[in-house]
């Protein structure tokens, strides 16, 4: 039994060991990145700087991709999810596919994609 | 091999406030991990909900302005990016107080706080803004779901604000030390999260075009 206890206390060590943080740098340079997306995000709003946002479709599909880039981004680096225990992710995934698949089933059952 | 680590309070110090579970992870961050799940549900129902409201005026020649006709797209960009920075100031905290710099901790939690605290000032002057323009609370079925998405995400971020001039003051008072990242990483999550939340709804609420 000790061993048993002192194994989980060794998997313990590890899953905290593995826990290195990138430096304050990585952070900043993630936090230019992001500002650099929500720049061309707000650019989406102003048609006449780009013209090919002229097109709802073009625009859609670039916020979406934006906002998908910037989700990823923040929950990977700045929540730590690259670095910890995979089963914190999986926990937060769960309910965020969950929450995806019952309003896209509601928000078809209300034809908002009619 | 099998003895002098088990509860030594030597190695004990060393982890944070941590203490061995049977999984090996932290309860209290998981329970967070697992919260924050669950918020995804309660968010997913507010802004689906504004999505299939989101054009539905009143009755009435009155009760025609929807938020959508007067959003303020370059203001609530400004605000956005407030946020955004706030998860930059949030991880540089708790990289500080990794790194046992209480000093630059303070300060980047202050900093959070602040940035969060504009943040929802500027909500409060949008709030402000629509209900000059004739468009309240209960105004229209679009009015009503947009200010109670928009709502629930101020609440979160003031909570968010409330935990993080908590942990200013613990740790002003000595009580937050290199032992309690745990505490300021889950405060941490939180925050992102509500950050997380808010790059969602600017984009899907303010930022995609209403046919």
Known sequence: MTDTVTETHLEHDEDHGAHEHPSDWVY???????ALFTGIEVLTYFESALPFFENNSVTIATLMFLMVVKFYLVATWFMHLRFDNPIFGRMF??????ATAV???FLSAFEFWA | MA???????DTHDDHDEHHATSTGISNTKLAMWTFLGSECLLFGG?????????TRRGPGPDNTAIPTDIFDIPFTSVSSFVLLMSSLTMVLALS??????????RAWLLSTAMLGSVFIGGQVYEFTGFIREGVGFTHNPASSAFFTLTGFHGVHVSLGI???????VASKQGKLTPKHTETVEIVGLYWHFVDVVWIFIFTVIYLIPVD
């Open chain 1, 93 to 98: 995934v769960a309910g965020l596919v969950l």
């Open chain 2, 162 to 168: 409330l935990m993080l001039m908590s942990l200013y």
């Open chain 1, 103 to 105: 309003y896209c089933i």
């Open chain 2, 3 to 9: 003895t002098a680590t088990i509860d030594s309070p």
């Open chain 2, 46 to 54: 507010l802004i689906s909900t504004y999505l299939l409201y989101k």
């Open chain 2, 96 to 105: 500080a107080l990794t790194r046992g710099d209480n000093a630059a901790t």
């Open chain 1, 28 to 34: 900043i340079k993630i936090a230019l990145i992001l």
